[in-house]
């Protein structure tokens, strides 16, 4: 089974499916509130699930490498989705779709915003809207947990990461080039003699 989805998720997008993939991640940047963390559901329900352009494995691979990138994360997936689906072109359709709706709220909102920052009602709905944001990104943290596999043996390496983070201030870039040295150690020097 899983072997088929990776060759499903081969063949390239036709021409035509742009239109597609430019509506769908439209539609992941419209609808996502909380940032990149957020959409992952979103996206892996999209991409994986329902249209099968990438495996479960690849886009945990995807969800790695583009936290690891320069840039804003949900642009960064759209982008490697769309250039796995039709290179060049479908990297901009893909990045277009996810960037587009974020760009006309954000100037819709620069424009009026005076009108309604004091607005009670505005802000109620704000308050209303943050827990629900805390579970949008909880919700992907334990299901990537899962996928990468984490478990009591090591689930030391998040905890201690996020440690380092929150409490002495550690650079998440340290955080994450000691983590890639780690797994190169690992998977080429220690893992191999086990």
């Given at each position: 089974?899983?072997?088929?989805l990776q060759?499903?998720?081969?063949?390239?997008?036709?021409?035509?499916?742009?239109?597609?993939?430019?509506?769908?991640?439209?539609?992941?940047?419209?609808?996502?509130?909380?940032?990149?963390?957020?959409?992952?559901?979103?996206?892996?329900?999209?991409?994986?699930?329902?249209?099968?352009?990438?495996?479960?494995?690849?886009?945990?691979?995807?969800?790695?490498?583009?936290?690891?990138?320069?840039?804003?994360?949900?642009?960064?997936?759209?982008?490697?989705?769309?250039?796995?689906?039709?290179?060049?072109?479908?990297?901009?359709?893909?990045?277009?779709?996810?960037?587009?709706?974020?760009?006309?709220?954000?100037?819709?909102?620069?424009?009026?915003?005076?009108?309604?920052?004091?607005?009670?009602?505005?802000?109620?709905?704000?308050?209303?809207?943050?827990?629900?944001?805390?579970?949008?990104?909880?919700?992907?943290?334990?299901?990537?947990?899962?996928?990468?596999?984490?478990?009591?043996?090591?689930?030391?390496?998040?905890?201690?990461?996020?440690?380092?983070?929150?409490?002495?201030?550690?650079?998440?870039?340290?955080?994450?080039?000691?983590?890639?040295i780690g797994?190169?150690?690992?998977?080429?020097?220690?893992?191999?003699?086990?």
């Amino acid at each position: 089974m899983n072997q088929q989805l990776q060759k499903e998720s081969k063949a390239p997008l036709p021409l035509e499916g742009l239109g597609e993939a430019f509506n769908t991640f439209f539609k992941i940047g419209l609808f996502t509130l909380g940032g990149g963390y957020a959409m992952i559901p979103i996206i892996e329900a999209e991409v994986v699930d329902k249209h099968k352009w990438v495996s479960r494995e690849e886009f945990l691979d995807l969800i790695a490498v583009a936290q690891s990138c320069p840039g804003v994360f949900a642009i960064n997936i759209s982008t490697f989705i769309g250039f796995k689906l039709r290179k060049r072109l479908g990297a901009i359709t893909c990045a277009l779709g996810t960037a587009l709706p974020s760009f006309i709220i954000i100037l819709l909102i620069a424009m009026f915003f005076h009108q309604f920052q004091d607005n009670p009602v505005v802000a109620a709905i704000f308050r209303g809207i943050r827990p629900a944001v805390v579970a949008l990104i909880a919700v992907p943290t334990f299901n990537l947990a899962k996928s990468a596999k984490i478990s009591w043996v090591n689930c030391w390496i998040p905890i201690g990461g996020a440690l380092l983070i929150w409490l002495l201030g550690v650079s998440p870039i340290l955080i994450i080039l000691l983590a890639a040295i780690g797994g190169y150690v690992y998977g080429t020097l220690i893992k191999p003699t086990e």
